[in-house]
């Protein structure tokens, strides 16, 4: 095995991941930093032009504020979350977020405008935009704003370190380079994580040669959760996960076709299954108040296909051809009626190629014309994903000004967005129970969590250090899946025993396991006993602590994860976060003892919401590194407006 070289950085503020929530944090972060004369720095697993889940563009911003009042989004969340939000960190990205979409803009990310110079909205919330460059745009806007000196790109960050003298302090982070033998370390003052979601935990639909297709980006791997929650950060709602229904196989989002196109879904015998929930007597009016009140909790729509679907009324059909007639037969005449329908045919394949290509690819080549013809769509695999409508991430410390008296104990801790590790902050998937933030709102509390960093960098001047010992040992640990292929790469058992890259992979060893056979037995875990779609989305605790015992024994052989190369090295490592929040998850689920949500998941020994017992408290955990133990509790959640309305999409 060749030497590793060390590489040492000092900054103030250091910003993992600058995807979306990354991206704004560099371009505040530099504002205050610049006036208060700090550093920032920042490291991405990949190249910042094309990283994070927006890599492929995007079609639409999902949260804009318009007229609307923080008020009315709340409503909208809460409602979409069966009632569990924090109120404080919803509103607080909802009255900022349209200075970010201005900025969005100004940084020249086309938006759909009108005849007269309007944007063109999706829903009550989303804007229309050709954002195939939507990541490439907003990241050389932080690149810009931090310098390309401060930049380190293609560095996985495997952990964060702790002050030698304050376990509940952050002073820094260790990685390697994905392509030069470098073991990087990070000092720093303050940490903002923004690493993303996680993916592939749970096995995903997509097969064979389909396997690495997935909605939501396969190199989101659980950073964000691994590394706050390893540092002893206090975690929040790793139960909900997110399960989008999406077009079969290739993934494609629904949102333009439900709300721009207003496209209905059935299932295999035609029936309406959303409006047939909705009716008097409906599946809807079992899940009060949240299933009553229009639009349809995410979870609830999802429930209603997965109805159909199990009782054998599947597969469901989006009617894209119907809707594309619907709007087209608007127009006034047959000329402008075929125009019309030209226009509307280029929308839908934009839609896509903005943002999902594969699906466009698999469109083309199945021959589908949608329209002639509907698409089928399904309910995906789970996804940890904050952003979005799951509800997982970090607990963190809301603003000042939007608490309560009662809220502001549990719900402030001095700086915005830090987690209860000091000096550690978070923002978009990364953050829990503030859901519905997307690329804007996440590029938003980016923003907001960079600047309270930054003052906290100003106010503890200070500079912690790690425990030399410790970082000595992680140096060792984080090369170690190297060492064990060398060692270990004659006695393959299937594939090639030499060196040789262009043979396959070597995929059976006594003595070690491969980065994707570790993933593999930790989907198969997820899928049969945690409610993935292999199990109809069902768990119980009988399931779950099953779940926890092979869980147990795959932690074990993690010491035995091989790799062949630097990007193996990553892969490794990715699977190592992964079953971190996989074990995280499936406890939450076993605390939790109702089903809340769902069409995200179904505690069959409690298959009722119980609005008594777990109506008013989120879930919560804390890791202890050194035992190997989680702590599981709950936290009162606090209602900061009285909502009489429930505003619609
Ligand atoms: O319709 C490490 N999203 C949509 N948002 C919208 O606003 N509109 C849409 O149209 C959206 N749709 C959509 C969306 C996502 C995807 C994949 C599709 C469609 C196909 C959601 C947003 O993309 C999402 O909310 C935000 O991107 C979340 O932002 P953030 O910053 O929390 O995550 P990120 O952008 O993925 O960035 C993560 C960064 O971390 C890096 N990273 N770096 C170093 N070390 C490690 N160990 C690291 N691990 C990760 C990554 O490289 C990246 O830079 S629709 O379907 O909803
Ligand atoms: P999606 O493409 O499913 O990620 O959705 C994009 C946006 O549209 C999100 O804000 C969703 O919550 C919203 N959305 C999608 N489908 C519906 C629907 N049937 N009713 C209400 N909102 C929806």
């Not at 979005?388 to 402030?412: L, N, R, V």
């Amino acid at each position: 095995m060749q030497d590793f070289e060390t590489v040492e950085v000092s900054t103030d503020l250091l910003i993992i991941g600058p995807g979306m929530a990354g991206s704004g944090a560099c371009v505040e972060a530099a504002h205050w930093a610049k006036k208060n004369n700090l550093k920032v720095t920042v490291v991405d697993k990949a190249a910042m032009e094309r990283s994070g889940a927006v890599a492929m563009g995007l079609s639409a911003i999902n949260q804009y504020q318009g007229e609307n009042t923080p008020v009315d989004y709340l409503s909208y969340v809460r409602q979409d979350l069966m009632g569990l939000c924090r109120d404080d960190l919803v509103m607080d990205i909802s009255r900022h977020v349209n200075g970010s979409v201005h900025l969005f803009e100004g940084y020249g990310l086309p938006l759909w405008k009108d005849e007269n110079g309007n944007y063109v909205h999706e829903g009550r919330w989303q804007l229309m935009i050709n954002g195939e460059s939507y990541k490439a745009i907003v990241a050389e806007a932080g690149k810009t704003a931090v310098n390309a000196d401060n930049i380190y790109e293609r560095v996985f960050i495997v952990k964060l370190l702790l002050d030698k003298n304050d376990k509940n302090r952050v002073c820094g982070a260790i990685g390697f380079s994905v392509r030069e033998n470098k073991i990087y370390i990070f000092k720093c003052k303050a940490c903002l994580v923004t690493a993303g979601g996680a993916v592939h935990v749970f096995r995903p639909r997509s097969t064979g040669e389909g396997m690495g297709r997935a909605w939501y980006p396969p190199w989101n791997s659980g950073s964000s959760s691994y590394l706050t929650t390893t540092a002893g950060a206090e975690m929040s709602s790793q139960e909900v996960v997110f399960i989008p229904g999406r077009f079969k196989d290739g993934y494609g989002p629904v949102g333009a076709w439900f709300l721009l196109f207003k496209a209905t879904a059935t299932s295999a015998s035609g029936v309406n299954y959303m409006g047939e929930g909705l009716a008097e007597g409906g599946e809807l009016h079992n899940w009060p108040p949240y299933g009553e009140v229009k639009p349809i909790p995410t979870c609830l729509r999802n429930h209603l296909m997965m109805q159909k679907m199990y009782s054998g009324d599947g597969p469901i059909l989006m009617h894209t051809d119907k809707a594309i007639a619907k709007l087209a037969e608007q127009a006034p005449d047959e000329k402008a009626y075929k125009k019309e329908l030209k226009k509307l045919e280029a929308e839908a394949w934009e839609d896509f190629l903005d943002m999902t290509i594969s699906q466009a690819v698999l469109w083309a080549s199945k021959d589908v014309f949608p329209e002639e013809g509907p698409s089928e769509i399904m309910p995906s695999e789970p996804y940890f994903i904050g952003s979005h409508s799951g509800a997982s991430g970090a607990w963190t410390s809301g603003p000042e000004d939007i608490q309560t008296d009662e809220s502001k104990s549990d719900y402030f801790w001095g700086y915005n967005r830090m987690t209860t590790v000091n000096g550690l902050f978070s923002a978009g998937d990364g953050v829990g129970n503030s859901s519905h933030k997307f690329s804007s709102g996440s590029f938003t509390e980016g923003r907001i969590a960079a600047k309270a960093a930054i003052k906290y960098c100003v106010d503890n001047t200070d500079m912690p250090e790690a425990d030399s010992a410790v970082v000595d040992k992680l140096k060792q640990d984080i090369v170690a899946p190297l060492k064990v292929y060398e060692e270990n790469c004659a006695y393959t058992t299937l594939g090639a025993t030499k060196k040789r890259y262009d043979m396959p992979v070597e995929e059976v060893n006594p003595y070690y396991i491969t980065p994707k056979m570790a993933m593999f037995r930790l989907n198969k875990i997820m899928d049969e006993y945690v409610a993935g779609w292999g199990n109809q989305y069902n768990c119980s605790a009988t399931s779950l602590n099953l779940a926890l015992q092979e869980l147990k024994r795959l932690k074990e052989d993690l010491s035995k994860l091989s790799a062949r190369n630097l990007h193996e090295l990553m892969r490794c490592w990715e699977n190592v976060h992964r079953v971190q929040i996989a074990e995280a998850h499936t406890r939450h689920k076993l605390f939790r003892e109702e089903t809340r949500w769902p069409g995200y998941y179904y505690r069959t020994d409690f298959p009722k919401m119980n609005e008594e017992k777990w109506g008013d408290v989120f879930v919560n955990s804390v890791y202890d590194e050194e035992k190997d133990e989680f702590k599981l509790f709950t936290r009162k959640k606090y209602s900061l407006v009285d909502i009489k309305e429930v505003v619609g999409m």
